[in-house]
T-cell receptor, first 112, second 109 residues
Framework: IAGITQAPTSQILAAGRRMTLRCTQD?????MYWYRQDLGLGLRLIHY???????GKGEVPDGYSVSRANTDDFPLTLASAVPSQTSVYFC???????????FGNGTRLTVT | GQNIDQPTEMTATEGAIVQINCTYQ??????LFWYQQHAGEAPTFLSY??LDGLEEKGRFSSFLSRSKGYSYLLLKELQMKDSASYLC??????????WGAGTKLIIKP
């Protein structure tokens, strides 16, 4: 079934630990995105990639890094987790430009 | 700054009609999206408007007025399964999406 797969579904992480959230899509979309969603706030863009080999910073990039080695995968890494990174993280992809986003099912991360 | 405003919460009755408003102030405009998000799930695409006017898709319609920086999502013949959050997002001149905080719609029998 075509779509976006995120892993893990949920995770409890001790502060200071390193964590990589995985995201894979099989729709051959050029653009991929990482968002965080917190209660009462809109989706906030962390990092994005317009095409394989390129990445860019979004609205809230600090404490996060990404890579885009190929079209399908777009992992998000928290180098040293802090409690303020407790959130629901969504990976998304789009074909190009103003095409709608397709979202993964999200990763619920709790940093203690 | 860029800003999207939509009501935090709305309540409506099953079978009725509800209109969810969205106003925006952005640097440029390349389209407005509406997404539906059920609790604990991912957002899913509902509609896209780039020109003024009404776009109809079954029970859902979306309206845009670029001169007023205004859109609404109209849901007809409400069903219990329409209970969800509805997210308004505007694509700015850099093709970046600016998101509203979402409107939680509660449907009562």
């Amino acid at each position: 079934i075509a779509g976006i797969t995120q892993a893990p579904t949920s995770q409890i992480l001790a502060a200071g630990r390193r964590m990589t959230l995985r995201c894979t899509q099989d729709m051959r979309h050029n653009a991929m995105y990482w968002y965080r969603q917190d209660l009462g706030l809109g989706l906030r863009l962390i990092h994005y990639s317009n095409t394989a080999g390129t990445t860019g910073k979004g609205e809230v990039p600090d404490g996060y890094s990404v890579s885009r080695a190929n079209t399908d995968d777009f992992p998000l890494t928290l180098a040293s987790a802090v409690p303020s990174q407790t959130s629901v993280y969504f990976c998304a992809s789009s074909d190009s430009g103003n095409s709608p986003l397709h979202f993964g099912n999200g990763t619920r991360l709790t940093v203690t | 700054g860029q800003n999207i405003d939509q009501p935090t919460e709305m309540t409506a009755t099953e079978g009725a009609i509800v209109q969810i408003n969205c106003t925006y102030q952005t640097s440029g405009f390349n389209g407005l999206f509406w997404y539906q998000q059920h609790a604990g799930e991912a957002p899913t695409f509902l509609s896209y408007n780039v020109l003024d006017g009404l776009e109809e898709k079954g029970r859902f319609s979306s309206f845009l007025s670029r001169s007023k920086g205004y859109s609404y999502l109209l849901l007809k013949e409400l069903q219990m399964k329409d209970s969800a959050s509805y997210l308004c997002a505007v694509m700015d001149s850099n093709y970046q999406l600016i998101w509203g905080a979402g409107t939680k719609l509660i449907i009562k029998p």
